[in-house]
């Protein structure tokens, strides 16, 4: 079974701080993803990674920043947190067709 | 940019009931998948469909690829309390190193016992 963990299922933050929020997955896929997930909204691309130092913006990368260094990790980056970031977060990575989603961060800014 | 429409948003059913759900676009798509999403949890991947006209199930979910590859539609038979959620639909178009999944929504399913 192919396993995307996210590494906190709840976190509390106070505005301005940063934020780092950690992505891991176990088969070896070349393409990762963070979305935010808004009642109304659906589900929001914010950054993608096609392999290792490699990213491109979603539809939503203000406010965000990504690192990949290692092929299994994509770490998101609130370089300032700020309320209007208070959203579920969800990570996912891909075989050549579907994508598998962790359980999913749910992050409140106050 | 491209968007799915998927009806409907919301759906109260009573234990027992059958319940339909779809996803339109305006677009073709190659591959459709279907989600659920528990309250609190990611989305966890129900059926994926790979060419137009296939019908495939999974216990008691059923999910079609429309003929024209512009919808796709889940059914859920004899609903039981489990199956509250946050359905997804999904629409992938690829190809070569072009891959885009276009996500719907959703459908909030609550079931009465």
């Known amino acids: 079974d192919v396993k995307v963990t996210q590494s906190s299922r709840y976190l509390v933050k106070r505005t301005g701080e940063k934020v780092f929020l950690e992505c891991v997955q176990d088969?070896?896929?070349?393409?990762m993803f963070w979305y935010r997930q808004d009642p109304g909204l659906g589900l929001r691309l914010i950054y993608f990674?096609?392999?290792?130092?490699?990213?491109e913006k979603g539809d939503i990368p203000e406010g965000y920043s990504v690192s990949r260094e290692k092929k299994e990790r994509f770490s998101l980056i609130l370089e300032s947190a700020s309320t209007n970031q208070t959203s579920m977060y969800l990570c996912?990575?891909?075989?050549?067709?579907?994508?598998?989603f962790g359980a999913g961060t749910r992050l409140s800014v106050l | 940019g491209q968007q799915l429409n998927q009806s409907p948003q919301s759906m109260f059913i009573q234990e027992g009931e059958d319940v339909s759900m779809n996803c339109t676009s305006s677009?073709?798509?190659?591959?459709w998948l279907w989600y659920k999403q528990d309250p609190g949890e990611g989305p966890v991947l129900l059926i994926a469909?790979?060419?137009?006209?296939e019908l495939t199930s999974n216990g008691r979910l059923t999910a079609q690829f429309g003929i024209t590859r512009k919808d796709s539609f889940l059914n859920i038979s004899a609903s039981i309390p489990s199956d509250v959620g946050i359905y997804f639909c999904?629409?992938?178009?690829?190809?070569?190193?072009?891959?885009?999944?276009?996500f719907g929504k959703g459908t909030l399913l609550t079931v009465n016992p």
């Open positions: 469909l790979y060419k137009a006209g």
């Open positions: 088969m070896d896929h070349e393409n």
């Open positions: 996912a990575s891909r075989t050549p067709d579907i994508q598998y």
């Open positions: 677009s073709i798509f190659n591959t």
């Open positions: 990674s096609y392999d290792v130092k490699m990213k």
């Open positions: 999904a629409g992938l178009r690829s190809g070569g190193s072009n891959y885009k999944l276009t």
